[in-house]
């Protein structure tokens, strides 16, 4: 599996990039000056340095092409997916979002990782990690949990395929902590190992310009309370997929405590509504992205947002 890139690896000169993309050097120049379509940086002698960026918006650019769209519409649609936010990205055409999803699927089912990694690889090399996430991932991972409850797919398949994303992703959270205007705390309740929507909605809060810290499976509430202290956290998100989270009378002391302090919003197939309302800032939706963008829009509506239930931030 690949690695994000950083851009110190990624810097190309144009003739560089004309060989990693096969674009000619002539329709680059044309495409940046007519469409504004890279933003390469430049040298102290002024030649222009292209990174992965760049690679990425010409080979979405030349996706675009092969579908029949002219260059002003393909260079549009660029714009769009390299700059919109990820609920309104306009991401893989679903044609060959679907081609993708059975890759996974034929791959990772038949406890053989190479052919999804080259796949993951290839679409990371046209459209941003948030996008491949949403439209291939997560229906993917959606799929595999309907056929493995139908009897599908076995528990085999299922720990294999999990697994293998779950390190993808894990992956393409590198440097997640390092830059952002707010901070969130990330952690599943205690007793509880299931953290690919967990992570899922820290990538996607990573993309909405959050610094995560995440703690993953099975945290105690103090240990949660320590790293939010420590970070100056804007937010904790608290994960179960297990039913009876937050059953036990010590469960839901806890977390008045914790929401005492700062915003706490929990989400998770195992969260029981009725007994955290009052106590969370918020009951996330199921769907990580969505979960992201609900978290977002609600710390966005104050100044200083406070948890429910409790006084502001101490």
Not at 48 to 62: E, F, N, V
Not at 182 to 191: D, F, I, K, Q, T
Request: hydrophobic share 45%; glycine share 10%; charged share 25%.
């Amino acid at each position: 599996m690949g690695r994000p890139q950083t851009r110190a690896e990624a810097l190309l000169q144009i003739g560089g990039l004309s060989r990693r993309t096969g674009v000619s050097v002539d329709v680059i120049r044309a495409w940046e000056r007519r469409y504004d379509l890279l933003r390469p940086s430049r040298t102290a002698g002024n030649f222009r340095l292209y990174s992965q960026d760049d690679i990425s918006r010409l080979r979405l650019m030349q996706h675009y092409l092969s579908k029949g769209l002219t260059t002003a519409q393909a260079a549009r649609l660029v714009h769009r997916v390299q700059t919109a936010a990820l609920n309104a990205n306009p991401g893989l055409p679903a044609g060959d979002a679907r081609k993708a999803v059975s890759a996974l699927s034929d791959s990772l089912e038949r406890f053989d990782d190479a052919p999804a990694s080259r796949t993951l690889e290839r679409l990371l090399g046209v459209f941003p990690p948030g996008t491949v996430l949403r439209d291939v991932v997560l229906p993917y991972l959606r799929g595999l949990g309907e056929r493995w409850e139908r009897g599908q797919v076995s528990v085999a398949q299922e720990h294999f395929a999990s697994g293998f994303l779950e390190s993808w992703m894990l992956s393409m959270a590198h440097g997640w902590a390092a830059s952002g205007s707010r901070r969130a705390v990330l952690a599943c309740v205690p007793g509880d190992r299931h953290t690919l929507g967990l992570v899922a909605c820290g990538l996607a809060l990573r993309e909405l310009g959050w610094r995560i810290t995440y703690l993953g499976a099975d945290t105690p509430l103090a240990a949660v309370e320590h790293a939010a202290d420590s970070v100056d956290a804007d937010a904790i998100v608290l994960a179960s997929a297990l039913p009876g989270a937050f059953a036990a009378g010590d469960d839901l002391r806890d977390l008045r405590d914790l929401a005492r302090k700062r915003p706490v919003s929990v989400g998770g197939a195992g969260v029981a509504e009725n007994r955290v309302k009052g106590l969370a800032s918020l009951i996330l939706p199921t769907d990580p992205i969505v979960a992201a963008n609900a978290l977002t829009d609600q710390l966005s509506k104050t100044e200083k947002p406070l948890a429910v239930g409790g006084p502001g931030r101490q």
